[in-house]
């Protein structure tokens, strides 16, 4: 018979929300029912809630399967403050705690654990899990497993063994960004056995989509005014090289906008310093390539600026879909060159696999197509990803709408400040003020903890702390994203700054 229990009320004491977003409550409900499941879910439409909520509910150890070390250590933080027991287990972790983390697993402490593929599939790995209280196997990223994804990892092509390794446990897909034959690559790879699927819309309609031609120095100009239209606001900039990140961080600081870079050829310890800075909000922009942003999740970001045309839509859709995840407005802005399709087509005739090289002319095409052809920016991506929208024009991109006061004006001086719900009692300078304060106390916490800040409130719950004046904690509960361990760790602390601002 079905496990049919009232989801309602952990998703309250966590996540301190009142109901499900679409799509999470079906995808909850199979996974408890033991079902193999995949999931393509645009960045933001809150994947990983799918999977721990029923580790929650079932009492039992979800295995979680990522690409990255630094995401792992993030959701890991991001369920101790709501009070989950979840632990890692990589490389990075010192080997007495490996052993001991082992030991708990094996006891069943945990209900998240998280791996790199390389270490599930080790045969080590795989006797000690077998004798732990699993559930089931949620792989994040799923899009790695195969060849036709914009992000393959070969490492992930080993999971294939999971099913063998593990016959009696579900498996559970999860990815933002699979076409229809990397869909269908995924399912065969993982030998999922008549799986559920949900697969959510592509459309972001909160994301505001500008693709721009441009030469070197209007592409700088362009970069500038964006910034300055989102000051005090996170935005990522991807620049196509290691060279033009550096370039682009010293630009920046002559124009007097902070930033700081992040690349593959740093030394780890300075990318995890920096990465570290841009999380927890001391610097607000972060200039990154490539090697920036795969499992990426802060809610808040409100600018994402290509300063060259990536190499698939999938790419594009994957990076620009790291900002407006809280739901709130975002821009998403390409500014390309000519010189860009020179460099793609000489990296292509480089590749030496027939396969490969076909596979990377058909990402060219599709890409450059997104970017010269005048049509709706939305409506290309969500048919390139086989979705077919009922409706022509988005309202959201640079095609189908005008382009933002702050392109238009070329100056970019004034912020352009995104929209909030009315306050119930703070004038406006009052409301800025205890803004302010409470992101200030949030990134101590951060600081002092040494985790991102976003683990501790998002940005979306501290702006509705500054509308609803919670007075007590009972109040605190009513606003979405703070559950219960949440008001009893930070309750007082919030309660008394709110105080101080009437």
């Not at 990318?271 to 841009?278: A, G, I, L, P, Y």
């Not at 090697?291 to 300063?307: D, E, M, Q, S, W």
């Not at 005048?374 to 382009?403: V, Y």
């Amino acid at each position: 018979m079905p496990f049919d229990p009232n989801l309602l009320a952990p998703l309250k004491r966590y996540w301190g929300y009142d109901s499900f977003r679409p799509l999470q409550e079906r995808i909850v409900r199979s996974l408890l029912d033991g079902r193999d499941i995949a999931v393509v879910m645009p960045t933001g439409g809150g994947k990983s809630l799918c999977y721990q909520l029923p580790a929650v509910v079932l009492g039992r150890t979800v295995v979680v399967v990522s690409p990255l070390i630094s995401l792992m250590q993030d959701q890991v933080a991001q369920l101790e403050q709501m009070g989950i027991p979840a632990a890692v287990l990589n490389s990075v972790v010192p080997l007495p705690e490996q052993t001991q983390v082992i030991r708990n697993a094996l006891a069943g402490a945990y209900r998240l654990l998280y791996l790199s593929p390389e270490r599930l599939v080790r045969p080590d790995t795989v006797e000690w899990l077998s004798r732990a209280p699993l559930a089931f196997f949620a792989i994040d990223e799923a899009h790695c497993i195969s060849e036709w994804g914009h992000e393959f990892r070969p490492e992930y092509r080993q999971l294939s063994a999971l099913r063998e390794n593990f016959p009696d446990r579900p498996i559970a897909a999860f990815t933002a960004s699979a076409t229809q034959r990397v869909r269908h690559d995924i399912l065969a790879q993982l030998r999922l056995r008549d799986p559920h699927k949900y697969i959510a819309s592509f459309h972001r309609p909160n994301l505001r989509y500008v693709v721009r031609p441009c030469d070197a120095a209007g592409q700088l100009r362009l970069l500038v005014a964006a910034l300055r239209a989102h000051a005090g606001e996170n935005a990522i900039v991807y620049a196509p090289t290691i060279a033009r990140v550096g370039e682009t961080v010293q630009f920046l600081k002559q124009q007097g906008i902070r930033s700081i870079g992040y690349h593959g050829k740093m030394g780890a310890a300075e990318r995890q310093r920096n990465q570290e800075f841009w999380m927890s909000d001391e610097v607000r922009v972060l200039v990154g390539t490539l090697a920036f942003g795969l499992g990426i999740n802060k809610p808040a970001v409100r600018a994402v600026i290509h300063l060259a045309l990536p190499k698939s839509i999938e790419q594009y859709y994957q990076e620009a879909g790291r900002a407006g995840r809280d739901g709130l407005p975002a821009d998403c802005l390409l500014l390309w060159q000519k010189r860009d399709i020179g460099l793609l087509t000489y990296f292509i005739d480089k590749l030496q696999d027939p396969a490969e090289k076909e596979r990377a002319w058909q990402c060219y095409h599709a890409i450059r197509k997104f970017a010269e052809a005048n049509q709706c920016r939305h409506r290309q991506i969500c048919l390139h990803f086989g979705e077919k929208p009922k409706w022509d024009a988005c309202r959201m991109c640079d095609i189908c709408s005008t382009e933002p006061e702050w392109m238009l004006s070329r100056e970019g001086e004034q912020p352009r400040r995104r929209q909030k719900r009315k306050s119930l009692g703070l004038s406006a300078t009052a409301e800025s003020e205890l803004s302010n304060r409470l992101r200030e106390w949030r990134r101590a916490h951060a600081r002092t903890r040494g985790i991102p800040a976003y683990t501790i409130l998002h940005d979306s719950t501290l702006d509705e702390i500054c509308r609803q004046l919670p007075a007590s904690l009972d109040d605190l509960l009513d606003i979405p994203g703070i559950g219960i361990r949440k008001a009893e760790a930070y309750g007082r602390e919030i309660l008394s700054l709110v105080a101080s601002s009437r």
